[in-house]
């Protein structure tokens, strides 16, 4: 498929099927997204992937930290808060989700258990967290995001569905502890994929795009 049909046809997938990836699978898709450009080829992902007893385990240690009240402390600069445009398309985006959910606007508690669901994992089978050097900051997050962008579409040629998700880097303690990773990884961000469960609400979330004129000019 080529990757203009990938990215016309895909969308943020947050509900899954119970069905693991084979193993030969994921190699292969781990294995070209490792072909992914980097500034100066330094390479700083550092690609955790969970699944089974790992995922749950991590699954129940975020249910008990924010159960426990805690707040986000990601290790990167995750906090601005969007303005104007941004601002829109933020709102957009998540009246997207939640209509598609069903949620009205005025539901909170349904809006939060929404969120919820990213701590979850969208209940996929695998997820990964995009980690590495704290001190690297945003050279490595540039990187990072390539990588990242890179095996979501890769993923997508497989018929492997998935989700950024901001979320899974906003309480790095837990997945620090359950992965045991040295305390100067960062944990950026992460990603839920699996097979799409396509009679769930969630999955009919579609969003659109500014056009291009507002967003890419041509100098001659
Ligand atoms: C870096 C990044 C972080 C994201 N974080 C989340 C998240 O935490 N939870 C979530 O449900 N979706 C998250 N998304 C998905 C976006 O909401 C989604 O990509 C956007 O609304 C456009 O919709 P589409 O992916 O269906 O085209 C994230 C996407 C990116 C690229």
């Given at each position: 498929?080529?990757?203009?049909?990938i990215?016309?046809e895909?969308?943020?997938?947050?509900?899954f099927?119970?069905?693991?990836v084979?193993?030969e699978t994921?190699?292969?898709?781990?294995?070209?997204?490792?072909l992914?450009?980097s500034?100066c080829?330094?390479?700083?992902?550092q690609t955790?992937?969970?699944?089974?007893?790992?995922k749950?385990?991590?699954?129940?240690?975020?249910m008990?930290?924010?159960?426990?009240?805690?707040a986000?402390?990601?290790?990167?600069?995750?906090?601005p808060?969007?303005?104007g445009?941004h601002?829109e398309?933020?709102?957009g985006?998540?009246?997207a989700?939640?209509t598609s959910?069903g949620?009205?606007?005025e539901?909170k508690?349904?809006?939060?258990?929404?969120?919820?669901?990213?701590?979850?994992?969208?209940d996929?089978?695998?997820?990964?967290f995009?980690?590495?050097?704290k001190?690297l900051d945003i050279?490595?997050?540039v990187d990072?995001?390539?990588y990242?962008?890179?095996l979501?579409?890769l993923?997508?040629?497989?018929?492997?569905s998935?989700?950024?998700?901001g979320?899974?880097?906003?309480f790095p303690?837990?997945?620090?502890?359950?992965?045991q990773?040295?305390e100067?990884r960062g944990?950026?961000?992460?990603?839920?994929f699996?097979?799409?469960?396509?009679?769930?609400?969630?999955n009919?979330t579609?969003?659109d795009?500014?056009d291009?004129?507002t967003a890419?000019?041509?100098y001659?």
């Open positions: 498929m080529s990757i203009a049909k990215l016309q895909r969308s943020s997938t947050r509900a099927l119970d069905k693991p084979a193993e994921l190699n292969t898709i781990f294995g070209h997204a490792q992914a450009a500034n080829n330094v390479q700083p992902w955790c992937v969970v699944s089974g007893s790992t749950d385990k991590l699954k129940a240690k975020f008990e930290t924010l159960m426990s009240g805690a986000p402390n990601p290790d990167f600069n995750w906090t808060k969007y303005q445009v601002r398309r933020q709102f985006s998540a009246n989700l939640y959910l949620i009205p606007r539901d508690k349904a809006r939060q258990m929404a969120m919820i669901r990213n701590w979850q994992f969208f996929a089978p695998h997820a990964v995009f980690t590495m050097d001190y050279m490595g997050a990072l995001g390539i990242a962008q890179s979501g579409l993923l997508n040629e497989h018929g492997i998935n989700c950024m998700q979320a899974l880097g906003q303690d837990p997945v620090r502890e359950i992965l990773l040295p100067e944990i950026l961000f992460g990603m839920s699996g097979y799409a469960d396509d009679s769930a609400d969630a009919n579609r969003t795009r500014a291009i004129d890419v000019a041509f001659d």
